[in-house]
């Protein structure tokens, strides 16, 4: 069973940047399209970024588009996520998993401070 730990997170003014990382174990790695998920205090688990097993495909939420950018590392098994121009809104939990796993990492706390 595929495993995620998630890596990065802090506490950042808005305006700023972090990449988080997301180390996976598992064979099937390279064949899975990987996302990036968040959670805000009181809200559902949304997906705000996912790449295709290749990295030639990526797509995301409406409210990241041109401020993060996902990428993948097949050789070493990490998925990034590059945030900028953060807004005090993207605070949330970050979370990564394979798009068809159904384990999910103890996630990563992202803080966004006016």
């Known amino acids: 069973q595929a495993r995620f730990v998630e890596s990065g997170g802090g506490l950042v003014q808005a305006g700023g940047s972090l990449r988080l990382s997301c180390a996976a174990s598992g064979s099937t790695f390279s064949f899975n399209a990987m996302g990036w998920y968040r959670q805000a205090p009181g809200k559902q688990r949304d997906l705000v970024a996912s790449?295709?097993?290749?990295?030639?495909?990526?797509n995301y939420t409406d409210s990241v588009k041109g401020r993060f950018t996902i990428s993948r590392d097949n050789a070493k098994k990490i998925v990034y996520l590059q945030m900028n121009s953060l807004k005090p809104e993207d605070t949330a939990v970050y979370y990564c998993k394979g798009l068809l796993s159904t384990s999910w990492g103890q996630g990563t706390q992202v803080t966004v401070s006016s």
């Open positions: 790449i295709s097993y290749t990295g030639g495909r990526t």
